[in-house]
T-cell receptor, first 113, second 114 residues
């Protein structure tokens, strides 16, 4: 079974703080993804990575950056948190390019005050 | 521009009856479709998928139907159970895009009452 873990289930930060969300997977998957989920908006892709040190912008990358120094670890960084970044953040992993299923972590509920 | 649309935000069904969740897409390059189920405070879990070379895929109580000409797919749950109450997301991908990214709909909340 694929295991995708996220560093925190709940996080409360203040406006302007730098926030790190970490995701770790144990199945040697090539692809890793960061989404945010908001009511009425579904899941929106922020960034993804298809290899170590490689990253690609998703649909809503503004205000975020990512880091993938090791294959199993993918970090989402909010350089200066804002209240509109209050959301549920979901990490996902996927196998090779020919396989489309993604496996999700439990999510981090981030509140920015 | 929303490429994957789930036009019903919610659906209520009685236990034992059929649940039908609908999804429409606009991108004709999509060739692989998935359904995910999400409980509150948990990550989505993969439910069932279908390739564009098929028009039906079945897995136990769950069946997905694909109508390529109408750019429409649906998920049937028979019989529905209270434990099926969750948000269901439809997702689509372009198989040849190279990155296996998924485009998700906004979700439909299914409530199955006893």
């Amino acid at each position: 079974d694929v295991k995708v873990t996220q560093s925190s289930r709940y996080l409360v930060k203040r406006t302007g703080e730098k926030v790190f969300l970490e995701c770790v997977q144990d199945m040697d998957h090539e692809n890793m993804f960061w989404y945010r989920q908001d009511p009425g908006l579904g899941l929106r892709l922020i960034y993804f990575s298809y290899d170590v040190k490689m990253k690609e912008k998703g649909d809503i990358p503004e205000g975020y950056s990512v880091s993938r120094e090791k294959k199993e670890r993918f970090s989402l960084i909010l350089e200066s948190a804002s209240t509109n970044q209050t959301s549920m953040y979901l990490c996902a992993t996927g196998r090779t390019l020919s396989v489309n299923e993604q496996f999700f972590g439990p999510g981090t509920r981030l509140t920015v005050l | 521009d929303q490429q994957v649309k789930q036009n019903s935000p919610s659906l209520s069904v009685q236990e034992g009856r059929i649940s039908i969740l609908n999804c429409d897409y606009t991108n004709s390059m999509f060739d692989y479709f998935l359904w995910y189920k999400k409980y509150p405070a948990e990550g989505p879990t993969f439910l069932i998928s279908i390739s564009s070379i098929k028009d039906k895929n079945e897995d136990g109580r769950f069946t997905v139907f694909l109508n390529k000409s109408a750019k429409h797919l649906s998920l049937h749950i028979v019989p529905s159970q209270p434990g099926d109450s969750a948000v269901y997301f439809c997702a689509a991908s372009e198989g040849n895009s190279g990155y296996s990214t998924l485009t998700f709909g906004k979700g439909t909340m299914l409530l199955v009452s006893p």
